[in-house]
C-alpha cells in the first residue's frame, strides 16, 4: 500500500532557489512507494501551520529547507506516529549532517524509499520543541542579529559572527541539571541533542539522539584571537578537550540569567525570559536518515 507524502518547501531558507524541486520530486520519488503533494509556505500559510493540517492526512510530512523549516515540521508531529523525511536545503543542515542524509537534493528525495527509520529523542524549551540544538548567549545573539538582515547563507552568517564577536559580553549563569548546582561564567551556553550546529561544526562530538540526555556545552570565555583554533576544534571533533569548553550531561535543565533576552531553537531565534527550563522527551520523533547512521 502506497504512503501518503506532503512536501512542505520552505522558498526563502537557505537563500537557495527551489524552484525545481517540484520537478525533481516527480521525477526521482518512487511512485510505486508514494502518493504524494506539493505546498510552499508563505507569510499567509505558515510550514507548521501546514504540517498540522497535514498531519490528519498524511503518513509522511517531509520538510524542504535548513534545521529552522525542519523544526517547525518536526514541532507538529513530535509526538506522534507520523514520519518526518527531510530534504536539505539550508545553510547548516545540522540535524541532515547528523542523520547521514545526503546534502544532494536528488539523493535525499530517493532515500525516503530506501532510508530506515529511526526514532529519536526531541527536547522543549519553556515548552517549545528543538531537535538538533538549542542556545543562549552568542550563538543567540548572532541568531537574533542576522533573522534581521536581508542576506542568508552560511557566508553572511559568518561574517556577522565576526562583527558581533569583539563586541559582546559573556554572562552569568546558574544552571541545575539533574539535581546538581553548577555557576558558569559562558560566552554561551549549546544544548546539544546532535553533535553539531551544522556544516561539519561539532560543539559535542559524543551527543547521541538516543541517550534520553541533552549535552549542556558551556563555551568559556576565549581571547578573540583563539576563534581559528575553537572552529578548528570544532570541525575536526577535538572541542570537548578545549580548556575553554565544559560539557555537562542530564535530562532535566534550569537555567537562570540576570536579564530576559534571545535564545534559540535550531537557530531559530526568541526573545525570552530570564528563567530557562529545558527537558529532553525520548523518542518522540520518528524520522527517515541516512545509511551511514549509526545512532
Not at 243 to 260: L, W, Y
Not at 272 to 287: K, R, Y
Amino acid at each position: 500500500m502506497k504512503r501518503k507524502a506532503l512536501f512542505i518547501i520552505n522558498p526563502v531558507s537557505g537563500g537557495k532557489k527551489k524552484d525545481q524541486v517540484p520537478q525533481l520530486i516527480h521525477k526521482h520519488l518512487d511512485h510505486n512507494a508514494y502518493e504524494y503533494q506539493i505546498e510552499f509556505s508563505t507569510l499567509d500559510k505558515e510550514i507548521r501551520a501546514i504540517a498540522v493540517e497535514a498531519a490528519k492526512h498524511y503518513d509522511i510530512i517531509v520538510a524542504v529547507g535548513g534545521d529552522g523549516t525542519v523544526n517547525e515540521t518536526a514541532s507538529a508531529i513530535a509526538g506522534t506516529d507520523k514520519l518526518l523525511g527531510i530534504i536539505p536545503y539550508g545553510s547548516g543542515n545540522g540535524l541532515s549532517r547528523f542523520l547521514q542524509i545526503p546534502m544532494d537534493p536528488v539523493k535525499s528525495i530517493q532515500l525516503l524509499s530506501t532510508g530506515s527509520i529511526r526514532s529519536i529523542d526531541s527536547a522543549q524549551l519553556n515548552g517549545r520543541w528543538f531537535f538538533n540544538m538549542a542556545g543562549m548567549g552568542f550563538d543567540a545573539h548572532i541568531s537574533e542579529v542576522f533573522s534581521h538582515t536581508t542576506r542568508r547563507g552560511f557566508s553572511s552568517y559568518l561574517r556577522s559572527s565576526i562583527e558581533e564577536i569583539s563586541k559582546y559580553k559573556a554572562q552569568e549563569y546558574h544552571l541545575e541539571i539533574d539535581g546538581n548546582v553548577y555557576d558558569r561564567t559562558a560566552f554561551m551556553l549549546s544544548f546539544a541533542n546532535s553533535s553539531q550546529y551544522g556544516n561539519n561544526a561539532h560543539v559535542s562530538p559524543h551527543a547521541s539522539l538516543h541517550d534520553g540526555l541533552l549535552d549542556v556545552c558551556v563555551i568559556k570565555p576565549f581571547p578573540p584571537y583563539r576563534l581559528p583554533e575553537m572552529g578548528l576544534r570544532m570541525l575536526t571533533k577535538t572541542s570537548e578537550s578545549s580548556k575553554f569548553v565544559e560539557i555537562i550531561r542530564g535530562r532535566h535543565i534550569r537555567v537562570e540569567r540576570a536579564t530576559p533576552g534571545p535564545v534559540h531553537l535550531d537557530g531559530e531565534p526568541s526573545i525570552i525570559g530570564a528563567t530557562v527550563q529545558i527537558d529532553v522527551i525520548p523518542d518522540s520523533l520518528n524520522v527517515i536518515v541516512g545509511p551511514g547512521y549509526k545512532g
